[in-house]
């Protein structure tokens, strides 16, 4: 099967969840046998570094990038505002990238147009232009819009709530909409399905979550070593210029941690991340700041529990999923969790800070009751989060919805 996988920021470097997500689909792909092109955009913020790939990649994906502008333009936004169109999605539009996708379009016959994310679909009507009978597949990483409405839901200035519900409104209004110039949709978990059939949808749909590779996860799994003589030390790793997680973790530290350290004292809790200021939290009992670290994979592999004080977001919260495949025991709250169909018995889920601190604190306090979340949390990654087996269920589904 060939696939036309089209990106909104390029797949690697793998710098945030998205570009994960979108990289184990790709791989997935890959992993069962499919012709995959990936052409991506390129902005500032996420630039494509070609000399940071490794070849093999390169010439598996044939890999294209194309540099577009996304930086606030106050004329287009008037723009977009005075036709009510969305801004959030214009912004993403460049004609110079339509021309690209032409001429992909046109060299080579695609079986699928893969769009990843809403970001890309200001380029069907050229898809449907250039390849007629190609299966067009929307991706859905999460309901774009929830994540500006919460924005402006948050925010108390009352200029930037006016600001921020009208880009809610009108993203909201698109996203709905270009439901039906679509042929296939594909969610990323249960949730954001149900919300799309919420809304009316009738189309096919099938859900493919975030996939990992589970045979080098389960060789490089947790051991989960601890022992007498130190300290129980949770961690947290995620970016810090994504508000939900400054303010999960000021919460966690401010509702949570000061009972959890009086009742085991020389606990410890980690923290480490893109954009975390190096005096955050300094000063507290038991904090440590580790700033931006180089391998996150070997930081998480030091520590007992991580923890994912989520209040607000949207999507799915990849570093949970690649912590159940170590097998490292997750504490975090239902939004952390959500599209995820976990239970207590596969990680610790509590939003209500008294509540949370005691399940940790039994969690920790008891050698045999970590060890089982660290086993519960890895069989559940075997038997939900497996790569390889995500993209050939889904690639299943194309199969069933190309015109031959």
């Given at each position: 099967?060939?696939?036309?996988?089209?990106?909104?920021?390029?797949?690697?470097?793998?710098?945030?969840?998205?570009?994960?997500?979108?990289?184990?689909?790709?791989?997935?792909?890959?992993?069962?046998?499919?012709?995959?092109?990936?052409?991506?955009?390129?902005?500032?913020?996420?630039?494509?570094?070609?000399?940071?790939?490794?070849?093999?990649?390169?010439?598996?994906?044939?890999?294209?990038?194309?540099?577009?502008?996304?930086?606030?333009?106050?004329?287009?936004?008037?723009?977009?505002?005075?036709?009510?169109?969305?801004?959030?999605?214009?912004?993403?539009?460049?004609?110079?990238?339509?021309?690209?996708?032409?001429?992909?379009?046109?060299?080579?016959?695609?079986?699928?147009?893969?769009?990843?994310?809403?970001?890309?679909?200001?380029?069907?009507?050229?898809?449907?232009?250039?390849?007629?009978?190609?299966?067009?597949?929307?991706?859905?990483?999460?309901?774009?819009?929830?994540?500006?409405?919460?924005?402006?839901?948050?925010?108390?200035?009352?200029?930037?709530?006016?600001?921020?519900?009208?880009?809610?409104?009108?993203?909201?209004?698109?996203?709905?909409?270009?439901?039906?110039?679509?042929?296939?949709?594909?969610?990323?978990?249960?949730?954001?399905?149900?919300?799309?059939?919420?809304?009316?949808?009738?189309?096919?749909?099938?859900?493919?979550?975030?996939?990992?590779?589970?045979?080098?996860?389960?060789?490089?799994?947790?051991g989960n070593d601890n022992s007498k003589d130190r300290?129980?030390?949770?961690?947290?790793?995620?970016?810090?210029?994504?508000?939900?997680?400054?303010?999960?973790?000021?919460?966690?530290?401010?509702?949570?941690?000061?009972?959890?350290?009086?009742?085991?004292?020389?606990?410890?809790?980690?923290?480490?991340?893109?954009?975390?200021?190096?005096?955050?939290?300094?000063?507290?009992?038991?904090?440590?700041?580790?700033?931006?670290?180089?391998?996150?994979?070997?930081?998480?592999?030091?520590?007992?529990?991580?923890?994912?004080?989520?209040?607000?977001?949207?999507?799915?919260?990849?570093?949970?999923?690649?912590?159940?495949?170590?097998?490292?025991?997750?504490?975090?709250?239902?939004?952390?969790?959500?599209?995820l169909d976990l239970e207590n018995r596969d990680c610790?889920?509590?939003?209500?800070?008294?509540?949370?601190?005691?399940?940790?604190s039994d969690a920790i306090g008891n050698q045999s009751?970590?060890?089982?979340?660290?086993?519960?949390?890895?069989?559940?990654?075997?038997?939900?989060?497996?790569?390889?087996?995500?993209?050939?269920?889904?690639?299943?589904?194309?199969?069933?919805?190309?015109?031959?």
């Amino acid at each position: 099967m060939r696939v036309l996988q089209l990106c909104h920021k390029p797949p690697k470097p793998s710098v945030d969840g998205g570009c994960l997500a979108m990289d184990a689909m790709t791989l997935g792909f890959l992993e069962n046998g499919a012709d995959v092109k990936v052409l991506t955009a390129a902005t500032r913020k996420h630039p494509i570094l070609m000399d940071k790939l490794d070849q093999t990649y390169l010439d598996s994906t044939d890999l294209e990038a194309v540099r577009i502008e996304t930086q606030l333009d106050i004329r287009d936004a008037y723009i977009a505002l005075m036709n009510g169109d969305s801004y959030n999605i214009s912004r993403f539009y460049a004609h110079h990238y339509a021309m690209v996708v032409k001429r992909t379009l046109s060299r080579k016959r695609y079986d699928v147009v893969h769009l990843e994310s809403l970001y890309t679909t200001p380029y069907i009507e050229t898809i449907r232009r250039h390849a007629p009978n190609a299966l067009i597949s929307l991706r859905s990483h999460n309901h774009e819009y929830q994540i500006w409405e919460q924005r402006w839901k948050a925010s108390r200035n009352p200029f930037h709530r006016l600001a921020l519900r009208h880009l809610s409104k009108t993203l909201e209004r698109y996203e709905k909409d270009v439901l039906n110039n679509v042929d296939v949709l594909v969610a990323i978990s249960e949730n954001e399905a149900k919300g799309y059939r919420d809304w009316g949808y009738s189309g096919p749909i099938h859900v493919a979550g975030f996939g990992i590779d589970m045979s080098a996860r389960i060789s490089n799994s947790h051991g989960n070593d601890n022992s007498k003589d130190r300290p129980i030390r949770l961690f947290h790793l995620g970016a810090m210029d994504w508000g939900p997680n400054r303010e999960g973790i000021a919460w966690f530290i401010d509702s949570v941690w000061p009972e959890l350290v009086k009742r085991h004292p020389g606990t410890e809790f980690h923290l480490a991340g893109k954009s975390l200021p190096p005096d955050l939290h300094a000063g507290v009992e038991g904090i440590v700041n580790h700033g931006e670290v180089a391998d996150a994979d070997l930081f998480a592999s030091q520590y007992d529990m991580l923890v994912v004080p989520l209040l607000r977001g949207a999507g799915i919260r990849v570093k949970i999923v690649e912590a159940l495949a170590k097998g490292i025991p997750v504490a975090t709250t239902k939004m952390g969790v959500a599209g995820l169909d976990l239970e207590n018995r596969d990680c610790i889920i509590c939003g209500e800070p008294d509540q949370l601190c005691e399940l940790i604190s039994d969690a920790i306090g008891n050698q045999s009751n970590l060890q089982m979340l660290s086993l519960n949390s890895r069989q559940i990654a075997i038997d939900r989060f497996d790569r390889k087996t995500i993209g050939k269920d889904l690639l299943e589904f194309y199969r069933g919805h190309v015109q031959t």
